[in-house]
């Protein structure tokens, strides 16, 4: 019992050095955790069942479900976000139900609600870009204000588990900068992997698909058609477009194949070569988080310091779409993008 006692007071400990503006009450943090088993704060709130019903934020505070009253991201940059309250709030957000297209949060007037300036890329809007790194889901909570096609018609309700699968910035409707995130729904259900193809032994072009296919597994995400990314890593003998580099494994050399305009909603890039990049990991992750640009002359701009740090490796066979580097530049080279993790 010591054991247990001395786990929850060190996960009340950490919830409290979570505390953020408009917070609840600590004591009611601390009532919370006496009540029930150890919960750190992250994904499904002992007790809370998806579809339960609150009639205020006050209401979902108390149960643990959204912690804060006014913000809809809980959550900091270090630790990622517990919970985000969809109630659109935000002009440029949107809900499709197992899909959420969510807006970050700041860069409002107060009293009217309106954006009147940049949002930046901290607190919980780096929270959720922490979330999508470390794979934390996400709870929804859906206010009486949001999609009426997919929300409750009055109070508040907690609508399941959410991973965050993308983000990027861009000019909102008003004019100013937001921070978007790629919300979709975990489900529990298994089935549906995706088979591997027989490759042929000399790389053929494949077709591709202009619209991917979306597969239920552990959780609702799009497939990625294995004979596109294995027909572009294979034109470069997986060797990365960026640097040159060819990592060798015990079975074989490795290379990521990076879409360039995002296949998923609301990107809707098509699966074929040209959307496609042979990367290494590490330039396939600085390039989906938008630290990486390539010009149209395929020159490669490392983001944080705007320096050129090379061109694009290009082999005949493999024509890269600069409508898709375009977007990604859209996309991505805005102003500020580096993430504040000191928070
Ligand atoms: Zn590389």
């Known amino acids: 019992m010591a054991t247990d006692e001395q786990a929850r ?10 505390f953020f503006d408009g917070e609840m009450r600590p004591e009611l943090v601390r009532d919370l955790q006496l009540a029930g088993p150890v919960f750190d704060g992250f994904g499904a709130v002992p007790g809370i069942t998806v579809g339960q019903e609150f009639d205020s934020r006050e209401a979902a505070a108390e149960a643990g479900v959204h912690r804060p009253l006014q913000a809809g991201i809980c959550g900091t940059a270090a630790h990622g976000a517990e919970s985000i309250v969809v109630s659109g709030g935000y002009e440029d957000d949107e809900d499709h139900g197992d899909l959420i297209i969510y807006t970050g949060q700041g860069g409002r007037d107060e009293r009217t609600g309106q954006q009147v300036r940049d949002q930046e890329l901290t607190r919980g809007n780096a929270a959720l870009v922490t979330s999508m790194t470390t794979g934390t889901p996400v709870r929804v909570i859906r206010g009486w204000e949001g999609d009426a096609a997919h929300s409750p018609t009055r109070g508040y309700r907690y609508d399941g588990l959410f991973r965050v699968e993308d983000h990027w910035s861009e000019i909102g409707r008003s004019g100013y900068l937001v921070w978007r995130y790629r919300l979709t729904q975990l489900v529990e259900t298994s089935q549906g992997q995706p088979q591997h193809p027989q490759l042929p032994t000399t790389p053929k072009h494949p077709q591709g698909r202009e619209t991917p296919v979306r597969a239920t597994t552990t959780t609702q995400r799009i497939v990625r058609s294995t004979a596109v990314a294995e027909y572009v890593k294979r034109i470069h003998d997986y060797t990365c477009q960026v640097c040159g580099i060819r990592l060798t494994t015990s079975i074989g050399a490795y290379a990521e194949a990076a879409h360039i ?16 990049l042979c990367l290494c990991p590490n330039h396939h992750t600085l390039f989906d988080f938008g630290m990486l640009i390539i ?13 050129v740090i090379g061109r694009l490796r290009v082999r005949g066979a493999h024509e890269v779409g600069r409508q898709y580097l375009a977007y990604h530049r859209a996309h991505h080279d805005q102003r500020g993008a580096v993430l504040d993790n000191s928070q």
């Open 9 to 18: 007071a060190k996960v009340v400990e950490s919830l409290l050095g979570r």
């Open 261 to 276: 305009r995002g296949l998923g909603r609301p990107h809707a890039g098509p699966d074929v070569a040209a959307n496609v």
């Open 295 to 307: 010009n149209d002359d395929l020159t490669v701009v490392d983001c944080a310091d705007r320096s």
